[in-house]
């Protein structure tokens, strides 16, 4: 299984923070935020892992070489990432979409157990992953349900008609990766192409097709837009570290 993750844009939400360098290096106990994703792929037996660059590009593909072996971490340089939304860097990484793969968001900080949950789940073309809490904000990427398959995911939807959020991790199974492929080619034809969201596209498909979910109710996970989410990292890091050398029986 092969995970994409997008991380090319800056984080201007979390100026004067990424005023130097992009959200995905931003450190959290010790690592940078992507190098906190990737060592959570490698725990749950992901084989290569695609970052797709643009802001700071240079400084992420050094991390990244510096860190982990060039056969199992590989990026791919997004141009347009200061003009653009995030459906063009899954355009520019469609080649890396031929196979089974999980498509995540570079801001989603998550627990072992996630990326678990999500593996485990049926073998279905499409799955997103959503998460449940007691109230819903403007920022929220916000999901609309019938059971497990996905009606609506969209910023925009009700407040009344929320059932959950979408954590910011999908994967694409059989036929799926073809499916989404054609999604966002169609897409990038249209004037609005360029400043559309990826889950756009998986908002459009849910209306013609089956897409499902996976939730991941109880687990932890964040997603760092602000400075106040830096802090829940960190705190939610620390509880994870506790919890390892516990089980380990070093705490």
């Keep these: 299984m092969r995970v994409v993750i997008l991380s090319a844009g800056q984080g201007r939400r979390l100026l004067p923070l990424t005023n130097n360098f992009p959200k995905c290096m931003l450190c959290i106990h010790g690592r940078s935020l992507l190098e906190w994703q990737v060592d959570e792929l490698f725990k749950c037996g992901i084989e290569q892992v695609t970052v797709v660059v643009g802001y700071g590009a240079d400084q992420v593909e050094k991390l990244l070489a510096d860190r982990y072996e060039s056969q199992r971490v590989r990026t791919i340089y997004n141009p347009f990432f200061a003009v653009a939304d995030n459906l063009v860097s899954c355009w520019v ?125 109880g687990l932890q996970w964040v997603e760092i837009d602000y400075p106040t989410d830096l802090k829940e990292a960190e705190r939610l890091v620390r509880n994870w570290i506790q919890r390892q050398d516990l089980a380990a029986g070093t705490g």
């Excluded at 497990?148 to 939807?157: H, T």
């Excluded at 009344?160 to 979408?166: H, I, K, L, R, T």
């Design 93 to 217: 990484a469609r080649t890396e979409m031929n196979g089974d793969f999980i498509l995540l968001n570079g801001d989603t900080l998550f627990e072992t157990a996630v990326l678990q949950c999500l593996l485990a789940s049926p073998d279905r073309p499409i799955t997103v992953v959503t998460d449940r809490k007691l109230t819903y904000d403007a920022d929220d990427m916000k999901v609309m349900l019938d059971g497990e398959r996905l009606v609506r995911i969209d910023k925009d939807i009700p407040l009344n008609q929320v059932d959950a959020e979408s954590v910011g991790m999908i994967s694409f199974r059989g036929e799926g990766p073809a499916l989404f492929r054609a999604v966002i080619e169609q897409a990038l034809r249209r004037p609005q192409g360029l400043k559309q969201w990826y889950l756009s596209g998986i908002d459009e498909m849910a209306r013609s097709m089956a897409v499902w979910t996976c939730s991941i109710e």
